[in-house]
């Protein structure tokens, strides 16, 4: 598999500066039959295991469809990959030794729904779905969302792999633990060491399909070594992700608790209602983490990702080291380096 440093070769690139207007151009002549349905389409997602997770998307994009049904074949890819050891069922525990998966879906029409704490179940994205559309409400947890799976006649297994328990019992021997920044490529990378330390989360996904519709999916095994019953901004709508139809839509990674406590996505997505880009949007909401901790933000990463309607996009992180993939028309295996407050490389 080429390495992180192959994929960003030659495409180091301000987030900002993703061609919005030729974008929104091809999405016009996309309408109009000029173009393939595909060519008013992008997806964009968080880390380089977005890569192949947006080819996936792609696929449904491509074929003129939807951006939510392209968003949760997406983040399926990742759910999938027992390599990846923080979404799905490749998962690391909690301290207690049980897999626990979160996941939101929402539409750009305002619906979504969302699953926490969900148990032996491998999809947790599609649990997240069938909430948004067969029930009145938005998130189920626990053991509610495990019934309700049953009841939807999704299949359990056990989701403990025999790495993942290996891991869990080194790191038993001294249970010591701490989140730490960029996990996310490092485990995909690397693999995760039996009793290492990287621990947390996520792969966030944002599409617009040819006919200008958004949707955004995110769904997380968190952090490893997390406490039983910890959950934090996946399967949050306004935290972890956020779409609004006439706007765009915005999604995070990293320390959870910090996206939570200032409805990180939510406030991404406002500002660029106000005009902000969304380069500049994901900036200023890096910067509102940054000045209500100045001294405990230098250890932690969290990073947002932003798509507007007509395609521009943005990304903004704590610390370097935070990927984003993007895939379009124009190229399927986009990997771009966002921006950060702090120069410290924790990859």
């Known amino acids: 598999m080429p390495s992180r440093r192959n994929f960003l070769k030659g495409s180091m690139l301000a987030a900002g500066a993703l061609a919005a207007p030729r974008f929104a151009a091809a999405a016009s002549a996309a309408a109009k039959g000029a173009l393939p349905a595909a060519a008013g389409a992008r997806v964009i997602s968080t880390w380089d295991f977005g890569v192949p997770a ?10 003129g469809g939807k951006a939510l049904d392209a968003v949760e074949q997406g983040a399926q890819v990742p ?10 069922k490749g998962g690391y525990p909690d301290r207690d030794g049980k897999v626990t998966l979160d996941a939101s879906i929402m539409d ?9 704490c969900l148990e032996r179940i491998a999809h947790p994205i599609r649990v997240a779905r069938r909430v948004m559309e067969a029930t009145p409400h938005v998130l189920l947890v626990g053991d509610g969302a495990l019934q309700f ?15 993942a328990e290996q891991a869990w019992r080194e790191w038993l021997k001294t249970a010591k633990y701490k989140p730490v920044a960029n996990s996310e490529n490092l485990d995909y990378h690397r693999g995760m060491l039996p009793g290492g330390k990287h621990n947390h989360d996520t792969i966030g996904m944002l599409a617009v399909d040819a006919h200008g519709h958004l949707a955004g999916a995110c769904t997380t095994s968190g952090m490893a070594w997390k406490m039983h019953g910890r959950v934090g901004d996946s399967p949050i709508i306004g935290a972890g992700l956020y779409v609004d139809g006439e706007v765009g839509g915005a999604t995070s ?5 910090e996206v939570i406590r200032n409805a990180g996505s939510f406030l991404v997505v406002e500002l660029m209602r106000q005009g902000r880009s969304p380069q500049e949007a994901c900036e200023e909401a890096v910067r509102r983490i940054v000045k209500k901790k ?54």
């Open 108 to 116: 750009g029409d305002g619906r979504c729904g969302a699953v926490a």
């Open 294 to 347: 100045p001294d405990g933000a230098k250890e932690i990463q969290v990073g947002f990702l932003a798509l507007r309607r007509d395609g521009a996009v943005g990304a903004h992180a704590i610390q370097r080291g935070f990927t984003y993939a993007v895939c379009d028309a124009q190229r399927r295996d986009g990997l771009y380096a966002s921006p950060s407050v702090y120069s410290t490389s924790f990859s």
């Open 54 to 63: 947006n080819q996936a998307a792609w696929a449904v994009l491509a074929s």
């Open 79 to 88: 759910e999938s990959d027992l390599n990846n050891h923080s979404v799905g």
């Open 149 to 163: 799976a049953r009841e939807q006649g999704f299949h359990e297994e056990n989701l403990l792999t025999p790495e």
């Open 253 to 257: 990674t990293g320390v959870g608790e």
